[in-house]
């Protein structure tokens, strides 16, 4: 992109900017309603409000439409949870995979369309099988790491139950695509914050000894998870 300080060149640089935009949301809501295979270009070009000839100058294909859809809101959420973790500090395991965890739920319900994508191709979030591209292999296997991380030192400490990391990493997203598939298939009706209530304490079930799961499902439900952490980087900056 252009950083010339000229006003014509920041218009046209706003403009590309604003086209590419419109074109990865009607492709989003192609993909979401029709599917990859099914998606025509004809449609995303009329959704974009472009013509044929500008969306193949942006984007020589179908393909390239699907991996810039994915890349652009996959490079959001991970950015999003990176953030969040580090602004986190040093925060307990089970804090941390709650943060991350709402995070991840939060983002997908409110980009609905970018949900029913993989609802839509049945992408299965608990396995890198079926994946289409490099894209979204590479977010899941980064996405993967930071909760066996997590969840490597729970164990350690006590605070999760002991059992194979990346099983647990793997059923916690099982859980969450099951929850947010309810969610669509139920009409969105619920509110975003009561969906992530359920699923954080589903989490603790399938993450806490038993020993220790009534007091973290008392501790959560007294305080959330965001406003544990936040009170936690307030005392970390006041030091």
């Known amino acids: 992109m252009s950083t010339s300080t000229d006003p014509r060149s920041r218009l046209k640089d706003a403009q590309k ?14 993909f979401a309603s029709d599917g990859y295979d099914s998606a025509k270009v004809q449609t995303i070009a009329a959704a974009a409000g472009v013509s044929l000839a500008k969306l193949y100058a942006t984007f020589p294909g179908k393909w390239d439409l699907y991996r810039a859809v994915h890349k652009r809101r996959l ?38 369309s970018y949900l029913r994508m ?26 993967l790491r930071m909760m066996i991380r997590s969840l490597k030192r729970g164990r350690k400490e006590g605070s999760i139950v002991d059992e194979e990391p ?11 695509q099951v929850q947010l598939a309810l969610w669509v298939d139920h009409g969105m009706k ?14 603790l079930r399938l993450l806490c000894p038993a020993d220790r799961f009534r007091a973290e499902l008392e501790r959560l439900e007294s305080c959330s998870v965001a406003a544990r952490v936040a009170s936690r980087a307030g005392e970390g900056a006041t030091v």
Request: aromatic share 2%; glycine share 6%; charged share 25%.
């Open 17 to 30: 900017a604003l086209i590419l935009e419109a074109i990865l949301d009607g492709a989003e809501a192609a």
């Open 75 to 112: 490079d959001e959420l991970m950015a999003e949870i990176t953030q969040a973790l580090r602004d986190a500090g040093d925060a307990s395991p089970t804090d941390q995979l709650l943060l991350a965890h709402g995070l991840h739920a939060r983002f997908h319900m409110e980009h609905v």
């Open 118 to 143: 993989h609802l839509q191709d049945r992408i299965v979030w608990s396995s890198a099988e079926g994946l289409r591209c490099e894209e979204q292999q590479e977010a899941w296997a980064a996405g």
């Open 166 to 176: 990346e099983l647990l990493a793997r059923g916690a997203l099982a859980l969450q």
């Open 190 to 203: 619920e509110s975003i914050d009561r969906v992530i209530g359920t699923l954080q304490r589903q989490l």
